[in-house]
């Protein structure tokens, strides 16, 4: 594999494409007078960088901002859907997913990193029972693996165990992964090529996101309950939140319509819809959905639904603002990026892109997911993060999610 192809392969198999390294870069907006002023629209009127306007006006310009941002960008299809509190805005799909197929807002797609906040909502709610602790060692539940007696549940949930990626940074793997995408690969040889290599840090001592902290943090559980974390999800979490049309499954599989994702990664552009997300996160998380149920899980995660108050104030307490890259106004909580009051995942994985994001001080939800031309089949850029921010430059004058430059 070429330098240049093996550089876009990382950043399109990873399964959450974070800011971290943006994040020394940004800076917080300054609200204006009309921004600020919009935060209080009367009844059926949207705050907007125009000031409050109407619902329709509001929908009618995110519709064309989307179709304007897709040529330019090289996007196949986009799917969108914007809700304030729990009305719909905006539910729309744009292009093609396969050719004469147009892209439908009720398809699925794999859904990546959106799904580590319910992974963590499942381990503050065992928490909240009183069944573990985040400042636990991992000892306590995993003792043979790599520095456990150091390692705390806190760690592996906001990256700052040292562990190492299995994926990112290892061009073995990435050979072998790129060599058969369909390979079927288990957790523990997932952990296995993750715990082959040297630590990256002393535990708690760097960020460093890897996917390895959670497939841990997906074994503790199950070890913690006695179940699986595909049954609890179901049990705690999909069925509390009426997410019928979310499905757990590490095989290619999953419902349609399927929004149908193409890469570049291999060196051709080819359909990649079906590749195994098995090398993705842990068991019981890797799943796909219909971006309906993601921002319906997104927003009741994000409002602390299913946990304590004291909980839902720890997932995302700024613990990590002053740790390097982040900043006050970027940074990650437990298994969440927050940006300037936004939280927000945005997963880059088998030529989808993805991003879903909530802001409490609005009651606003965004969920984008993109598909990629030719022409932008192997970039590194996560499109759907780009369009979230354009988005919340209109709907969250007073906080918009401030990205550097691709």
């Known amino acids: 594999m070429t330098r240049t192809l093996r550089a876009s392969a990382a950043a399109i198999l990873a399964c959450a494409a974070l800011l971290a390294a943006a994040a020394t870069s940004t800076a917080a907006p300054a609200p204006s007078a009309s921004a600020s002023a919009a935060t209080t629209c009367t009844e059926g009127r949207v705050p907007t960088s125009a000031g409050c306007v109407d619902r329709a006006v509001a929908r009618r310009h995110v519709e064309a901002l989307i179709q304007e941002a897709m040529p330019e960008m090289g996007l196949r299809a986009t799917i969108v859907r914007v809700q304030t509190g ?18 439908r807002p009720d398809m699925y797609f794999r859904i990546g990193s959106m ?15 009183g069944k573990l602790s985040l400042n636990d060692r991992l000892a306590k539940y995993r003792p043979n693996f790599p520095d456990a007696d150091q390692v705390t549940l806190r760690m592996l949930a906001n990256s ?84 019928h049309h979310t ?19 291999r060196g051709v552009y080819e359909d990649s819809t079906f590749w195994s997300p098995s090398w993705t996160i842990g068991n019981g998380t890797v799943m796909a959905a219909t971006m309906k149920d993601v921002v319906r ?17 720890e997932r995302i307490a700024p613990t990590l603002a002053h740790t390097a890259p982040f900043t006050p106004h970027l940074y990650y ?34 969920g984008i997911v993109t598909t990629q031309l030719p022409s932008s089949s192997a970039s590194e850029t996560n499109f759907a993060t780009v369009l979230l921010g354009r988005l919340s430059e209109y709907l969250s004058p007073a906080s918009p999610i401030q990205l550097p430059p691709s």
């Not at 799904?115 to 029972?129: H, K, M, Q």
Request: contains cysteine; proline residues 6%.
């Open 86 to 103: 729990t009305q719909k805005l905006v539910d729309a799909a744009y292009g093609n997913s396969m050719k004469g197929v147009p892209a």
């Open 115 to 129: 799904a580590i906040p319910y992974l963590i909502n499942l381990v503050l709610e065992l928490e909240d029972e």
């Open 160 to 243: 700052t165990s040292g562990y190492p990626d299995w994926i990112q940074g290892n061009e073995a793997f990435e050979d072998l992964l790129l060599s058969n995408p369909f390979r079927q690969w288990t957790a523990n040889e997932l952990l296995h090529w993750s715990f082959a290599q040297p630590m990256i840090c002393a535990p708690g001592t760097c960020f460093h996101y890897a996917h390895t902290n959670f497939a841990v943090l997906s074994q503790v559980v199950a070890k913690v309950t006695g179940e699986s974390v595909a049954k609890l999800m179901r049990e705690r979490l999909l069925g509390p939140l009426g997410l």
């Open 247 to 265: 499905q757990i499954s590490r095989f290619p599989a999953f419902p349609g319509p399927a929004l149908h994702s193409y890469t570049g990664v």
């Open 297 to 313: 899980a997104t927003r009741a995660l994000d409002r602390g639904e299913l946990i304590s108050a004291h909980a839902n104030r």
């Open 333 to 366: 909580g437990l298994g969440a990026q927050v940006a300037d009051g936004w939280q927000f995942q945005n997963p880059f994985l088998n030529g989808w892109t993805g991003a879903v994001g909530y802001l409490p001080s609005q009651d606003l939800s965004v």
